[in-house]
């Protein structure tokens, strides 16, 4: 079965980055695209930006251009979402969604989230 | 950007009454529009793709109609576990973008 596993609950500091991953199992992690959506407490989904798994394409949302990188590791199947210069503002629940290897389209299956905390 | 609007921000269903939920594109997205439900402390759960194409495993109480800027989902007979927030998103432009979301609760 299809399953998104993404790594654990972060603290971070205001300034800092943070990592966070997201394995892929139960399919061909080529044939796909990887998606990143936040959402801060509270609020609605917010769109990030897409790799493909195939091709490695990027395409990243205007907000956070020149602070995030998006990558993936055919070898072990995970994707990486890095988000530089955190502020409180970027707290939120990061989730990852498979999607279109050509272009970012529906998200049919999603990781369970990793919440990220900033905070001094 | 490509603004989604979704309305009524709440709506307010009995059990087994019929829901309907709207979502308006800012322009044109052919039919490049996805459907998600959302429960408090879980990851969104694709619905409808395409507009109109239910996703694996999604009762046939669901479906979604429309193209171009003006797309519906309607829940044709609400059980316990629809309560839920329902999102909009459009695939045809970059960046990919959400609407604000439904919270569809119980009257």
């Known amino acids: 079965q299809v399953q998104l596993v993404q790594s654990g609950a972060e603290v971070k500091q205001p300034g800092a980055s943070v990592k966070v991953s997201c394995k892929a199992s139960?399919?061909?992690?080529?044939?796909?695209?990887i998606s990143w959506v936040r959402q801060a407490p509270g609020q609605g989904l917010e769109w990030m930006g897409w790799i493909s798994a195939y091709i490695g394409d990027t395409n990243y949302a205007q907000k956070f251009q020149g602070r995030l990188t998006m990558t993936t590791n055919t070898s072990t199947s995970t994707a990486y979402m890095e988000l530089r210069s955190l502020t409180s503002d970027d707290t939120a629940v990061y989730f990852c969604a498979r999607v279109g290897a050509v272009a970012g389209t529906w998200g049919d299956y999603w990781g369970q989230g990793a919440l990220v905390t900033v905070s001094s | 950007e490509m603004v989604m609007t979704q309305s009524p921000a709440t709506l307010s269903v009995s059990p087994g009454e019929r829901a309907t939920l709207s979502c308006r594109a800012s322009?044109?997205?052919?039919?490049?529009l996805a459907w998600y439900q959302q429960k408090p402390g879980q990851a969104p759960r694709l619905l409808i793709y395409?507009?109109?194409a239910r996703a694996t495993g999604i009762p046939a109480r669901f479906s979604g109609s429309g193209s171009g800027t003006e797309f519906t989902l309607t829940i044709s007979s609400l059980q316990s576990e629809d309560f839920a927030v329902y999102y909009c998103?459009?695939?045809?432009?970059?960046?990919?973008?959400f609407g604000q979301g439904t919270k569809v609760e119980i009257k």
């Open positions: 998103q459009q695939y045809n432009n970059w960046p990919r973008t």
């Open positions: 395409g507009a109109s």
């Open positions: 322009q044109s997205v052919s039919r490049n």
């Open positions: 139960g399919y061909t992690f080529t044939n796909y695209g």
